[in-house]
């Protein structure tokens, strides 16, 4: 049973950045071969913004995939999102999710349903605010 951590959230500016850190314990990291983040906000369903498999293969929401930068540690027990040029609409509670199954697969990335992970964190809150 993977066990996910969350940190790094806060209040910032617009235009600002911050950096979210979740940390993996409880499981061999090399057997969760995709991770993501989700973003969630009051009223509305928790949405995929960016994903990354075991190979360093990324995707995207299109909203945020020229803004933030998910990555991972070289012992990948930590996977990152950097987040840049936020904006008022990336206000929501972050969380990190894994799986031990591919990102992608059958020609398609498997990652935008909340089904498609097994192991989640508690989340990080991002507050965007001037």
């Known amino acids: 049973q993977a066990r996910l951590v969350e940190s790094g959230g806060g209040e910032v500016q617009p235009g600002g950045s911050l950096r979210l850190s979740c940390a993996v314990s409880?499981?061999?990291?090399?057997?969760?071969?995709?991770m993501g983040w989700f973003r969630q906000t009051p009223g509305d369903v928790r949405k995929g913004m960016a994903f990354?498999?075991?190979?360093?293969?990324?995707k995207y929401r299109d909203s945020v995939k020229d803004r933030f930068i998910v990555s991972l540690s070289n012992t990948k027990d930590t996977m990152y999102l950097q987040m840049n040029n936020l904006e008022d609409g990336d206000t929501g509670m972050y969380y990190c999710?894994?799986?031990?199954?591919?990102?992608?697969?059958?020609?398609?990335?498997?990652?935008?349903?909340?089904?498609?992970?097994?192991?989640w964190g508690q989340g990080t809150q991002v507050t965007v605010s001037s």
């Open positions: 990354i498999d075991y190979v360093n293969d990324t």
């Open positions: 409880e499981v061999t990291v090399s057997a969760l071969y995709c």
């Open positions: 999710a894994a799986d031990k199954r591919l990102c992608f697969y059958g020609g398609a990335w498997r990652v935008w349903n909340l089904s498609d992970f097994k192991y």
